[in-house]
Nanobody, 127 residues
C-alpha cells in the first residue's frame, strides 16, 4: 500500500557529494510535507531537512544548513536530498518521512509527527 523507498546511499569521501532520493506511492504525495531524518549507530533518529507540500518552504538542521538541499517533484512523487561537503559526522542511515498536511503548511522537526517512513539508505562518509 503505502511505500517510501530510499535510494542513492553509498560510500563517499569527506568533502564529496551524494544525492539520496525517495520514491513514494500509496498516498496523495502533494498533500504531505516531506522530510529527511538520519540515525547513526548508537544514536537516536535526528531531523535533517523538511519541505512543505508545495515545495515553497524548507527547514534544515543547523548541522547541515548550507551543505544540504531538500527538493521535491510532485509530478513524480519523489523527494531528494542533495548532500555536499560531506563530513564523517554525516554517516548514518537516512530515512524519508511523510507528514499529512492537508489543512496546514506547518513544518515539523519532530519524528513523532510523521505518518509514513521508508526503510532507509546507508550513507557512509570516509575519513
Amino acid at each position: 500500500q503505502v511505500q517510501l523507498v530510499e535510494s542513492g546511499g553509498g560510500l563517499v569521501q569527506a568533502g564529496g557529494s551524494l544525492r539520496v532520493s525517495c520514491a513514494t506511492s500509496g498516498f496523495t504525495f502533494s498533500f504531505y510535507s516531506m522530510a529527511w531524518f538520519r540515525q547513526a549507530p548508537g544514536k537516536e533518529r535526528e531531523f535533517v531537512a523538511t519541505i512543505s507540500k508545495d515545495g515553497r518552504d524548507t527547514r534544515y538542521a543547523d548541522s547541515v544548513k548550507g551543505r544540504f538541499t531538500i527538493s521535491r517533484d510532485n509530478a513524480k512523487n519523489t523527494v531528494h536530498l542533495q548532500m555536499n561537503s560531506l563530513k564523517f559526522e554525516d554517516t548514518a542511515v537516512y530515512y524519508c518521512a511523510a507528514k499529512s498536511a492537508l489543512l496546514t503548511f506547518a513544518l515539523s522537526l519532530r519524528n513523532t509527527d510523521y505518518d509514513y517512513w521508508g526503510q532507509g539508505t546507508q550513507v557512509t562518509v570516509s575519513s
